[in-house]
């Protein structure tokens, strides 16, 4: 990866002649439902790349749902460049890195192999349906600790540890249902009745969730936050008026924001939010395909349009390019071993889950 991010740097500096797609149809694999924010996300960048890239080619979305995203994941590090001479991308999320970054015996594929040509920082959501919101006394969850809750979700090493922990960590009684294949099956659940307490990504609360407050059947509990410049947890800026789970914790009796368990939420926060969501070209990418990409996502984030565009349907974060989405990748494909010792132990004790 690093030796494909400095080709690709002299590449760019030197005025590479880049890749032409023109007649083709890319292919950009999410492996989620079509329900989703992944969805979302590649729905919305989809007919702007299209218009970036050189020739104009077709981009198709194709979802590949299953394993929480690994059956995707492992088809795509199967793939190789010369097959595909460009027309081949792969999107993936936070819960594509978790079990990367766990070890999950089910997976099969290597960040280290992919290209990255854009990093997409998101933030999350937590909902609450009107009765169970009216049991919080402002940011304090203390009332919701003797209520029993359902929540869909694609499995415990996914993205889905993040509210898992914390809800555990507020004290609320959170019963997963695992095997959704994306985090809109999940709000389904909630609309139908047969969850009553979930979270979505910006892109799927702003478009899915949003309707249901206004229509005043779903109540926000807390944004997951962002991050400032320092590294500390602040308010989302796509939801300033939403608390944090840091401030909810705060104000909530047994929730600490200091400690192993707090340093290891965040790690996972950090790992699965800011870096959220990436485009890959897959092993043995050309420095063209690469500089190819890498400049037409930087066309479309040129846009005149985009800023507003991008808000209404992502929320407001960075698109990262280049060294930036480099970057991204390290920090979303690295946590600190106590962090990963401490979710690892968490899950065998809490769901059963052993990854060795």
């Known amino acids: 990866m690093a030796a494909a991010a400095a080709t690709f740097a002299v590449q760019a500096n030197a005025g590479g002649h880049g890749i032409d797609l023109e007649g083709k149809t890319v ?10 924010g992944s969805a979302k996300w590649a729905n919305f960048y989809a007919p702007l790349l299209s218009e970036a890239l050189p020739g104009q080619p077709t981009v198709v979305v194709k979802f590949m749902p299953g394993a929480g ?14 097959d595909s001479e460009g027309t081949l991308i792969f999107g993936s999320s936070g819960s594509t890195q978790f079990p990367f970054l766990l070890g999950d015996p089910r997976v099969k594929y290597n960040y280290a192999d992919w290209n990255v040509v854009l990093a997409s920082g998101t ?3 937590a909902y609450l349906p009107p009765d169970m919101a009216a049991k919080m006394d402002g940011l304090d969850a203390s009332g919701l600790q003797g209520e029993d809750f359902i929540y869909g979700s694609q499995g415990a090493t996914r993205l889905d540890l993040v509210p898992l922990l914390a809800w555990e960590m507020l004290g609320l009684q959170v019963e997963p249902v695992f095997g959704i294949k994306g985090r809109g099956d999940g709000r389904l659940m909630f609309e139908r009745g047969e969850a009553n307490i979930d979270y979505q990504t910006s892109s799927s609360f702003l478009s899915g969730v949003t309707p249901l407050v206004e229509a005043g059947t ?8 962002a991050l400032d410049a320092d590294g500390n947890i602040v308010r989302d800026p796509t939801f300033p008026d939403m608390p944090t789970f840091k401030e909810v914790c705060e104000a909530t009796d047994g929730c600490e924001t200091s400690g192993t368990q707090w340093d290891a939420w965040k790690a996972f ?11 890959f070209l897959p092993n043995g990418a050309s420095a063209d395909a690469i500089a190819t990409y890498t400049q037409a996502f930087e066309a479309v984030k040129a846009r005149a349009d985009f800023g507003d ?18 970057g991204a990748l390290e920090s979303g494909t690295n946590v600190p071993q106590e962090a990963k010792d401490f979710v690892v132990g968490w899950l065998e004790e809490r769901y059963g889950v052993t990854l060795n």
Do not use: C, H
Not at 309 to 326: D, F, W
């Open 269 to 279: 926060f950090i790992a699965g939010f800011p870096a959220q969501k990436m485009v």
């Open 27 to 36: 292919e950009w694999i999410i492996p989620f439902s079509e329900t989703g």
């Open 218 to 225: 779903a109540v926000p509990m807390m944004s997951w936050g």
């Open 69 to 82: 995203s690994t059956k995707g994941a492992n088809f795509f590090q199967e793939q190789d460049y010369a």
């Open 309 to 326: 565009i991008s808000s209404k349907r992502l929320g407001k974060y960075p698109q990262m390019t280049g060294a930036e989405a480099q």
């Open 123 to 125: 933030g999350g959501v």
